[in-house]
């Protein structure tokens, strides 16, 4: 049984959402989501009264023209209906992190759409909260696809908001790599206040996310980086978000909440080198609740993002973060029917199978390690407030 819903709240998904799929030796495999759903689902949490299940909304060459330049969608297009011809090192596309699929353009503006249904269902009042699991693609910049990222979907929900009222956007970016698209979009806007926090640029892809990087002209204040050294923990990460986040929405006053929720940085992610665990994924969920109800009247729009652990991670991640959304609880275990499917699907991609419980406690360091990384992320958060906080404040 499945208590009402604290809040009401939206998963956006259809189940012919899974062809963003740049092939099966690539990282971002969309069986990670497909399972996120199957777990949701499995643990009854679509059921509960006050969740609704939302389809996409359309997204057209349009919409998605607001924020990316023409050539490089015309670009997209091309390797979209030819894949073997429509490689660009220019546009990004065909190169490493970005192979060129059939039909990667409609795959792409499918993503978009469900960003935005999340923003509409929160902007109009449907529900107080909505999560599209599929989203995310932050790394996706104008004119170039860039670090798996062909359309930059939470930049174009934001879009989609500013355009339908709103005039203060926070976003609030959590993956293990820096936000770097949607800070550029909205570098110069005022508008729309972006806070990253992520593994040190000097270590990580894409190498920027530095505490200088405050934004330009009137957004001066309005774009703010937290860069933490690998091996950070999930204790030391909270304390750092805990420093930065509430004092920033408290002094921007935003009307709604966005966020990117990547789960690439747990401790045993493939990808990259920060510490966190399930349980500070509890941590962060119930940190982004409260900030929504207290400083963002109660709005707020969730995507997707980075996380490579396809069955042993990713799920159970994105499951804690939907849960905490709706205000639900989850069992202590997976539930067996779902551990089945996702140790099929762990064995048929050669990755780890999912564990029993969605919690597993924290990571240990020697101390004298865990004090040198709580120094060096201090370090980093008073370097952010002394470049931008008054900047910040400027702005309320
Ligand atoms: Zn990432």
């Given at each position: 049984?499945?208590?009402p819903?604290?809040?009401?709240?939206?998963?956006?998904?259809?189940?012919?959402?899974?062809?963003?799929?740049?092939?099966?030796a690539?990282?971002?495999?969309?069986?990670?989501?497909?399972?996120?759903?199957s777990?949701?689902?499995?643990?009854?949490?679509t059921?509960?009264?006050?969740?609704?299940?939302?389809?996409?909304?359309?997204?057209?060459?349009?919409?998605?023209?607001?924020?990316?330049?023409?050539r490089?969608?015309?670009?997209?297009?091309?390797?979209?209906?030819?894949?073997?011809?429509?490689?660009?090192?220019?546009?990004?596309?065909?190169?490493?992190?970005?192979?060129?699929?059939?039909?990667m353009?409609?795959?792409?503006?499918?993503?978009?759409g469900?960003?935005?249904?999340?923003?509409?269902?929160?902007?109009e009042?449907?529900?107080?909260?909505?999560?599209?699991?599929?989203?995310?693609?932050?790394?996706?910049?104008?004119?170039?696809?860039?670090?798996f990222?062909?359309?930059?979907?939470?930049?174009l929900?934001?879009?989609?908001?500013?355009?339908?009222?709103?005039?203060?956007?926070?976003?609030?970016?959590?993956?293990?790599?820096?936000?770097?698209g949607?800070?550029?979009?909205?570098?110069?806007?005022?508008?729309?206040?972006?806070?990253?926090?992520?593994?040190?640029?000097?270590a990580?892809f894409?190498?920027?996310?530095?505490?200088?990087?405050?934004?330009?002209?009137?957004?001066?204040?309005?774009?703010?980086n937290?860069?933490?050294?690998?091996t950070?923990?999930?204790?030391?990460?909270?304390?750092?978000?805990?420093?930065?986040?509430?004092?920033?929405?408290?002094?921007?006053?935003?009307?709604?909440?966005?966020t990117?929720?990547?789960?690439?940085?747990?401790?045993?992610?493939?990808?990259?080198?920060?510490?966190?665990?399930?349980?500070?994924?509890?941590?962060?969920?119930?940190?982004?609740?409260?900030?929504?109800?207290?400083?963002?009247?109660?709005?707020?729009?969730?995507?997707?993002?980075?996380?490579?652990?396809?069955?042993?991670?990713?799920?159970?991640?994105?499951?804690?973060?939907?849960?905490?959304?709706?205000?639900?609880?989850?069992?202590?275990?997976?539930?067996?029917?779902?551990?089945?499917?996702?140790?099929e699907?762990?064995?048929?991609?050669?990755?780890?199978?999912?564990?029993?419980?969605?919690l597993?406690g924290?990571?240990?360091?020697?101390?004298?390690?865990?004090?040198?990384?709580?120094?060096?992320?201090?370090q980093?958060?008073?370097?952010?407030?002394?470049?931008?906080?008054?900047?910040?404040?400027?702005?309320?």
């Amino acid at each position: 049984m499945t208590s009402p819903a604290q809040t009401p709240s939206a998963l956006v998904w259809q189940d012919d959402s899974l062809d963003y799929d740049f092939g099966p030796a690539h990282p971002l495999k969309p069986i990670r989501v497909e399972l996120t759903v199957s777990l949701i689902r499995a643990c009854g949490l679509t059921d509960a009264e006050g969740v609704t299940t939302l389809p996409l909304e359309p997204f057209a060459d349009d919409d998605v023209l607001r924020r990316h330049d023409e050539r490089y969608v015309e670009a997209v297009k091309r390797a979209s209906s030819d894949p073997h011809a429509g490689a660009s090192l220019r546009f990004g596309l065909g190169v490493g992190d970005n192979p060129t699929f059939a039909g990667m353009h409609e795959a792409s503006l499918r993503v978009c759409g469900a960003s935005v249904a999340a923003a509409k269902a929160v902007w109009e009042g449907w529900v107080s909260h909505a999560f599209n699991p599929a989203g995310g693609l932050h790394h996706a910049m104008a004119d170039r696809a860039s670090g798996f990222c062909i359309y930059n979907d939470p930049a174009l929900a934001i879009d989609w908001l500013l355009r339908h009222g709103a005039t203060r956007v926070a976003y609030v970016d959590v993956d293990t790599h820096h936000g770097d698209g949607v800070q550029k979009m909205f570098y110069d806007d005022p508008r729309v206040l972006t806070i990253s926090l992520h593994e040190t640029g000097e270590a990580l892809f894409p190498g920027t996310g530095f505490a200088h990087e405050i934004g330009e002209g009137d957004a001066r204040g309005t774009s703010l980086n937290v860069s933490l050294e690998p091996t950070t923990p999930g204790e030391v990460w909270l304390e750092a978000f805990d420093a930065v986040v509430s004092q920033a929405l408290d002094a921007f006053g935003p009307q709604v909440l966005v966020t990117q929720l990547g789960c690439d940085t747990h401790a045993t992610d493939s990808l990259a080198h920060l510490m966190l665990t399930t349980d500070d994924y509890v941590g962060i969920a119930q940190r982004l609740r409260r900030l929504a109800h207290d400083h963002a009247q109660g709005r707020w729009v969730a995507t997707g993002g980075g996380g490579y652990q396809i069955a042993s991670v990713v799920p159970r991640a994105w499951a804690i973060y939907f849960a905490e959304l709706a205000g639900l609880s989850l069992p202590a275990e997976l539930p067996g029917d779902w551990r089945r499917e996702a140790e099929e699907a762990a064995s048929r991609f050669d990755m780890p199978a999912p564990p029993q419980q969605f919690l597993e406690g924290s990571v240990d360091l020697r101390q004298d390690r865990l004090e040198e990384l709580r120094g060096q992320a201090r370090q980093s958060v008073e370097k952010l407030k002394q470049h931008a906080f008054g900047l910040l404040e400027g702005h309320a």
